[in-house]
């Protein structure tokens, strides 16, 4: 990851020791700080590849979506790039699973299902795929494969949305 991602993620797992140290009535004076600096940049280090604007274009988006903090839209976008949070899963009305933690830039969440003929895994609106089993039809062996696919699949969304040519001279926040 940037130099600017790792830095915001630090000043925000320093600040999230200290509230939770404050909420223990324990002193922040005797925090190892460089236990936290260094497990943070391990945890970037591990996050899916995001350029700084398109980053920054994805917690702007959130922000006006959500209307909440700059600093909640931050934390928003490192849990959408984070591989190594299991996914999480609530039922879909339609027989799949919705999947916490993948957002597309309209606001929409991601969702999987192998509620299909031949009961495997797709990406329930995989622009890629025309019918089931032509070009373009892609299905994964399990549903947390699937999951993680759709996690990259919004991530090229995302990316596709702030480097679009309509957007260009638009300032991202």
């Given amino acids: 990851m940037t130099t600017y991602l790792t830095a915001m993620a630090i000043a925000v797992a320093v600040r999230d020791l200290c509230i939770h140290c404050a909420s223990k009535g324990r002193p922040i004076e005797g925090l190892y700080l460089d236990s936290v600096v260094a497990q943070t940049m391990r945890d970037t280090a591990a996050l899916l590849p995001c350029p700084d604007d398109v980053f920054q274009g994805i917690a702007g988006a959130i922000v006006a979506q959500n209307h909440c903090t700059a600093t909640e839209a931050f934390e928003q976008v490192l849990c959408m790039l984070d591989t190594s949070r ?35 895994w797709r990406i329930v609106c995989d622009r890629r795929r025309q019918d089931l089993n032509a070009p373009g039809d892609v299905t994964f062996r399990s549903r947390e494969e699937a999951a993680r696919a759709e996690q990259v699949l919004a991530l090229q969304a995302w990316v596709e949305m702030v480097r679009s040519p309509a957007d260009e001279g638009r300032e991202h926040p």
């Fill in 86 to 120: 299991s996914p999480g899963y609530s039922r879909w009305r339609h027989g799949g699973w919705y999947v916490h933690g993948v957002r597309y830039p309209s606001g929409a969440c991601g969702c999987i299902s192998s509620n299909y003929p031949d009961k495997k």
